[in-house]
């Protein structure tokens, strides 16, 4: 298996932009999992699903963040506008049977946004 | 306070020393511990993964687990350049799927 998939791995855009990041999780897995991290909040968990529906969004820092995941090889995360305190590495993880551990979060490269 | 404490480093350390990694927690509902070896522009990926409490080895990494204390280890023997990365601690209790994460801390191992 290719393993998490994100794209782009890099994004500078404008504020007040919509950016749009996407994940491709490992096929088979039903859990996907959203995170953010930066130098001085760490890896944070933004929202996550499981068979494509959203369990938790506690997360996800405001209303110009939203997420969706349409099916179960597809998800994306949008912010709309963006602005330059959203600027982070953003992950996408997967989690589900056919892994060694059914538990365990399988990290994609992540999506490295800079909003200037 | 956060959840989970780690010291943020950076760890400079010569090459085949022994390595002491932890963290330190506050909610005494964890009970699955993880850590996680993240390379530079890297995701993380999952290096050790124990069940309550004592110690699992694997090769040059050993994880040790004291819940009374509410503190995680991770050591690594002979160290090699190889191991520069930041390492994270993560864990959950028995209910659901989220993972805490702990800060991580830089290590460098020298040549």
């Known amino acids: 298996d290719a393993g998490v998939i994100q794209s782009p791995r890099h994004e500078v855009t404008e504020m007040g932009q919509e950016v749009t990041l996407r994940c491709k999780p490992i096929s088979g897995h039903d859990y996907l999992f959203w995170y953010r991290q930066t130098m001085m909040r760490g890896l944070e968990l933004l929202i996550y699903?499981?068979?494509?529906?959203?369990?938790?969004d506690s997360g996800m820092p405001e209303d110009r963040f939203s997420a969706k995941m349409p099916n179960a090889s597809f998800s994306t995360l949008k912010i709309q506008p963006s602005e330059p305190r959203d600027s982070a590495v953003y992950f996408c993880?997967?989690?589900?049977?056919?892994?060694?551990?059914?538990?365990?979060?399988?990290f994609g490269p992540g999506t490295r946004l800079t909003v200037l | 306070q956060k959840e989970v404490e780690q010291d943020p480093g950076p760890l400079s350390v010569p090459e085949g020393a022994i390595v002491s990694l932890n963290c330190t927690y506050s909610?005494?509902?964890?009970?699955?511990f993880m850590w996680y070896r993240q390379y530079s522009r890297k995701g993380p990926e999952l290096l050790m993964y124990t069940y309550s409490s004592g110690n699992k080895e694997d090769g040059r990494f050993t994880a040790q687990v004291d819940k009374s204390s509410k503190y995680i280890s991770l050591f690594i023997r002979d160290s090699q350049p190889s191991d520069s990365a930041t390492y994270l601690c993560a864990m959950k209790g028995n209910a659901g799927n989220m993972l805490t994460f702990g800060g991580g801390t830089r290590l460098m191992v020298k040549p």
């Open positions: 993880a997967s989690q589900g049977p056919g892994a060694i551990r059914t538990d365990t979060q399988y």
């Open positions: 699903f499981n068979n494509n529906v959203p369990i938790d």
């Open positions: 909610n005494s509902a964890f009970q699955y």
